[in-house]
């Protein structure tokens, strides 16, 4: 599973699909604009959410859960990278969230 810098991420975004799998308290904080919301613990029941035929951008705060995401989506024929850093990075570097 590849890691991707927050700048590529950024890059990416209007194509690929961002999906953000952290906890409904932690989103509060901000996501980054157009992401897709699936808590990690309920990825399995709601894969069909995400369109295979796209790159899928997994995000979480610091970049560990991401990173976990991203390997089992690849296992089951998604291409997907982590965001390096997660949302504290990507805030961090003054990037977009609402």
Same mark, same amino acid.
């Given at each position: 599973?590849?890691?991707?810098? !927050?700048?590529?991420?950024?890059?990416? #975004?209007?194509?690929?699909?961002?999906?953000?799998? #952290?906890?409904? +308290?932690?989103?509060?904080?901000? =996501? !980054?604009? *157009?992401?897709? @919301?699936?808590? =990690? *613990?309920?990825?399995? +029941?709601?894969?069909?959410?995400?369109?295979? +035929?796209?790159?899928? !951008?997994?995000?979480?705060?610091?970049?560990?859960?991401?990173?976990?995401?991203?390997?089992?989506?690849?296992?089951?024929?998604?291409?997907?990278?982590?965001?390096?850093? *997660?949302?504290?990075?990507?805030?961090?570097?003054?990037?977009?969230? @609402?």
């Amino acid at each position: 599973m590849p890691e991707i810098t !927050i700048a590529e991420a950024d890059e990416r #975004r209007a194509q690929d699909q961002v999906l953000d799998v #952290r906890e409904h +308290s932690e989103v509060v904080e901000g =996501m !980054i604009p *157009g992401a897709l @919301h699936i808590p =990690m *613990g309920q990825l399995g +029941s709601r894969l069909q959410e995400l369109d295979r +035929s796209r790159p899928v !951008i997994v995000v979480c705060r610091s970049g560990n859960r991401s990173a976990r995401v991203a390997e089992a989506l690849d296992q089951a024929g998604y291409t997907a990278d982590t965001m390096a850093g *997660g949302m504290v990075a990507w805030q961090g570097a003054g990037l977009p969230a @609402h």
